[in-house]
């Protein structure tokens, strides 16, 4: 379903969203547009498969958030000791209602803003969204830059894993054992890709410039976008959901701020 | 005609790549240059599609012309609208993400209509035959076809003249036939092309004219092909009670929904050296990583040494099997050549045990013995690829997986890579290498795996293979390695 809107507006809706709950940082709010953004996924057949690596990482990750700002948050009322009192030793680490407000807070946003990303990555057809934003006055020299980075996601994904092997093949694991292994393990992983990725750079600009990049100011496309009335009432709901983050941050919803 | 007059170029203004040279390519025929690495082909090349001055720098004298014509004032894409180069890695050249985009893009730069557009992506999409990808994603195209897209995604711009560099070089014999048509036809068209060879047998059959590239000049070739081929190898397999080194039982592999290796079974005995060939993507790669326990088989076990490799870990692997990947720059990981050589006593925990003669030995035979403190990723192509060789086998394992190990070597590469392996099958080892080359089959290998589909087709000596293959519809297989 969300294949179908105009790239530019979907490109909106990601900021929007980012920007909505940086405004307005509550977690309800966040776990909200969470909601909403797997909704997403389900409405445009994007597979969000959890037992996928990445995805399952994502989720530890946001676990590990949860956990750090619990553990880390001292004020509000203490609802539990994670060590309880024992003899004259203790309690220790105390758990409030506020640390698990800010627990939520940060682990929902952090999926809010990679989930949405990722759902704005597999919906929308780079060289559209190149075409659209050429239509919002960006001249085409940098819509294409976003182009290109979307066309070589796919190959660093499958670079990565190959420099994974080829490390594995050494005999070097990726298993944790102290912090100069960790270190080591990714020197290991981000010189051969940024190497990999540089020489890249030469052929692909020679390709570029070969087949007449930037010869005008500006350029037919082939395929174009197109704005419907569904994309204009898209458009309205996200400039709402923006308008109401900062209404709401501002205190002037005080009956919906209670809610969320 | 595409020219160039008395062209001298220098990137550095010390060392001159092309000194004083004249060439002329014409409308309609197929003019090959060859020449050893470092001969400076690809900056001929660069030269000639008028990126040497406009582009790259360098201290540059002589001119081009098109159609007797200077264009010494005009813009890169001024010339770019007549000449067309082909780069070396079509992966690299791909700008977007679907193929009908990418024959497009040439046309939309230069702001021709869309319905116009659209004729010439299915004209130039039909002349390298491939209609059927036009709406396929540009990053799950097999290399050939990558290959294919980038030559459509030139010939929409309707250039003149076509210049391809080493446009064979990771193609399987099928993919070489196919540019062997489509440069003909391009070429009965009215097209001038150039193609800058290092496998010349591939592209020799079409050829017009052959020129050599060496030390900056160009002459005739001289008509032998450079690299001088060995003696056959006797079967220096042990004797039968030997233990295999390498066992896969029905091994199986699948990405997603596409099975790569489907349930092969084999033994890898010592004092064997396997070519291990087939089409691109006919699972090679795959089940190179599979035998090496890099990748775990979906059915059936694979076996190193006789111990499963799910029960090993990375080190107990990379003590006995060196694996070599296709990209060079995938597998450096040191800062220095000389660190790079000792990493793998490192991981395994053995510096104290060092051979003490052994890795300065091998960097020596690998001509990277002056180099020991330059930082591998500032190599050449080819060095780095001795690199890969030498800093793999310096603890000499067991086995050598490695994966088309020739591309873009020239002579001291061949024969450093092809001496590490000889040796490692006469000194009890074994060796598999994935190869299109069939010369390389019969003169190094003394046994052939042939894949189709992921399956092992067929898996015996090899002038019976090949034989075989001849029979039953694989007959370039044969006919490249006979030309050679």
Known sequence: ?260 | MLEVHDVSFSYDNENMILDSVNLQIRRGEITVITGPTGSGKSTLALVLAGFIPRVIEGTFTGSLLIDDENVEKELISGIAHKVALVQQDPESQISTLLVSDEVAFGPENYSVVPFEIRKRVEVALNAVESSHLANRPTYALSGGEKQRVAIASMLAGKPDFLLLDEPSASLDPKGIQQLQKTLLGLKNSGYGILCIEHRLETILPIADRVLQLSKGKISKWSGKTSSARTTPVERFRLPDSAKPLLVAKGASYSYGTINAVRDVTLSVYPGEIVALMGDNGSGKSTLISLLAGLLHSTGGTTYIDCVPSTEMTAQDVAARVAVVFQNPNHQIFERTVQREQYLVFDVLDSLDEVPSERPEGVLLAAGLANLKERNPFSLSHGQKRRLNVSSVTVHEPLVYLFDEPFIGQDEIGRNFITQSIRKRGESGGAAILVTHDSAVATTLCNRIIFMERGSVLLDGSPKIVLDRLGEIGYGEYADFGAMS
């Open chain 1, 1 to 260: 379903m969300l294949h179908r809107l105009n790239p530019s507006l979907k490109l909106a809706g990601l900021i929007i969203i980012t920007t909505a709950i940086l405004i307005y940082p509550s977690w309800r709010f966040s776990g909200l547009l969470l909601l909403l953004t797997i909704f997403g996924f389900k409405a445009s057949n994007v597979p969000l498969d959890v037992s996928k690596r990445r995805i399952r990482f994502l989720m530890t990750f946001s676990a590990l958030l949860f956990a750090f700002q619990v553990l880390m948050t001292v004020n509000g009322t203490i609802l539990f000791f994670v060590i309880p009192k024992y003899d004259f030793m203790g309690p220790f680490l105390p758990v409030t209602d506020f640390g698990i407000e800010k627990g939520f807070e940060m682990s929902l946003r952090f999926l809010l803003v990679v989930f949405s990303s990722m759902l704005f990555v597999s919906v929308t057809d780079p060289t559209l969204l190149a075409h659209s934003l050429t239509r919002l006055r960006i001249p085409y020299r940098y819509s294409f830059a976003l182009v290109i980075a979307l066309r070589f996601l796919p190959l660093f994904d499958i670079e990565n894993k190959t420099v994974r092997m080829a490390q594995r093949s050494r005999g070097i694991s990726t298993s944790v054992r102290g912090m100069s292994k960790i270190l080591r393990t990714i020197r290991y992983t981000f010189f051969p890709l940024l190497v990999s990725a540089l020489s890249r750079v030469d052929a692909l600009s020679l390709s570029m410039d070969g087949r007449g990049f930037g010869h005008s100011r500006t350029r037919t496309y082939l395929r174009k976008s197109s704005w419907t009335a569904i994309d204009s009432s898209v458009l309205v709901l996200l400039s709402m959901l923006l308008l109401a983050s900062i209404l709401l941050a501002l205190g002037f919803l005080p009956q919906i701020s209670a809610i969320i």
